[in-house]
């Protein structure tokens, strides 16, 4: 896609951004193709369109927990997202690493989207519950709210 084409885009709503994966195996391989497997199944999401993708090199890891030696690797997939819920759900099914907004640089959202939001995140946590998973999240002392 040409970067005129991706600026209107962005103009219309799209969002431009870097997922990057992380991958940590017993074999080279192993982590490489997991990474390439998955950036794959990114891929298949209709919302989300991977303009690029690189693959750094796997390095070895010793001294790991459980293990003498692991191969760690790593994957950035530039992304431009339909809209924010195409990246909260893409974030969430696809779980990066980390999530860099590269544009725009400023958002703007009315009541609907942010409450949507919010009660995707609590449907997940209600979720993960449901399944045994705990999240551990410190509560706010009353000195921070």
């Known amino acids: 896609m040409e970067e005129k084409e991706i600026e209107e885009k962005i103009k219309e709503g799209y969002i431009l951004a870097e997922m990057w994966f992380e991958s940590l195996a017993l074999e080279k391989k192993v982590s490489e193709d ?3 497997e998955h950036i794959k199944k990114l891929k298949e999401f209709s919302d989300v369109k991977v303009l690029e993708e690189e693959y750094l090199k796997p ?10 030696k692991l191969y760690s690797s790593a994957a950035k997939a530039k992304i431009l997202a339909k809209d924010i819920y ?3 759900f893409a974030t969430i099914l696809y779980a990066p690493s980390s999530v860099i ?4 640089e400023k958002f703007n959202f009315d009541l609907i989207t942010v409450q949507t939001i919010v009660n995707t995140f609590a449907d997940l946590i209600h979720r993960i519950s449901k399944i045994g998973g705990k999240i551990i999240i410190p509560l706010p002392y009353k000195e921070d709210i």
């Open 101 to 104: 907004i590269l544009k725009p």
């Open 86 to 88: 195409a990246l909260i």
């Open 34 to 36: 997991a990474l390439k």
């Open 59 to 68: 390095k070895l890891v010793k001294g790991v927990q459980h293990s003498e």
